[in-house]
């Protein structure tokens, strides 16, 4: 498991705001998360095919389809309705140590009613049904790792483009120095635009990423408290 559940309190500030197993606080900040997210993906865009310059094309293509497919599987997150339960559970203790955790889940089932309401069992379940979606983003992880080598070579090979485009800007997103030309927006010919919206665009991802792999080592820190639990019955 790449990050534990303290991981959690570095993205605290993305899931800030009182949340309760008794209400769907925790569902609506989900959704405002992922929503202002896929937003700002939309908004850089992830076109391709792009055509800058022969040896970095293939970079800028990479970088355009990871965001594209990051965003399918960001989109397919925030939609995932089911499970309720187990997902405000998971938000009411986002900032558990997994000593803590395992206290809160044991003193949860123990004021449930029966089996049913129980939540250990909830959250193995909807667990099994996000593995398609964690499975990619792990996937994804992988080859974040290797476009985001690339960038930081491109970006050091290429520094006097790169520096020219900054100045060029001023301070504004690499998206609004072509907010009047929206075909050149979608794919800038400038090599350092071109490489600046890739950094962004592998930045988005990776943020996405992070999110949806959290919310799994959560999930894994449980799982393996309910492995424990059922080896000891």
Do not use: W
């Not at 391709?48 to 293939?58: H, M, T």
């Not at 000593?99 to 379940?125: R, S, Y």
């Not at 350092?192 to 949806?212: H, P, R, S």
């Amino acid at each position: 498991m790449k990050k534990t559940i303290l991981s959690a309190l570095i993205f605290a500030p993305l899931f800030a705001g009182c949340v309760s197993t008794a209400d769907n606080s925790g569902d609506l900040d989900r959704n405002a998360v992922v929503a202002e997210l896929t937003t700002r993906m939309d908004t850089l865009g992830y076109q391709y095919p792009v055509d800058v310059v022969p040896g970095i094309n293939e970079f800028l293509n990479a970088s355009a389809m990871v965001l594209e497919r990051q965003y399918k599987v960001m989109s397919q997150y925030r939609t995932s309705t089911d499970h309720l339960d187990a997902r405000k559970f998971l938000y009411a203790n986002k900032d558990a140590s997994p000593e803590e955790l395992e206290a809160a889940i044991v003193k949860f089932d123990a004021g449930a009613k029966n089996e049913d309401e129980k939540i250990g069992h909830k959250l193995a379940t909807y667990n099994e049904a996000n593995e398609a979606i964690y499975q990619q983003n792990v996937e994804l992880a992988t080859q974040l790792t290797i476009e985001s080598a690339k960038s930081a070579l491109l970006l050091t090979e290429y520094r006097n483009e790169v520096a020219a485009a900054l100045t060029l800007s001023a301070g504004s997103s690499v998206m609004s120095m072509f907010a009047d030309d929206e075909n050149e927006a979608e794919n800038p010919k400038d090599i350092g635009v071109a490489l600046l919206k890739a950094k962004d665009q592998l930045a988005l991802a990776l943020e996405a990423n992070e999110i949806i792999e959290l919310e799994q080592a959560t999930i894994a820190s449980i799982n393996e408290r309910q492995l424990t639990l059922e080896a000891k019955n």
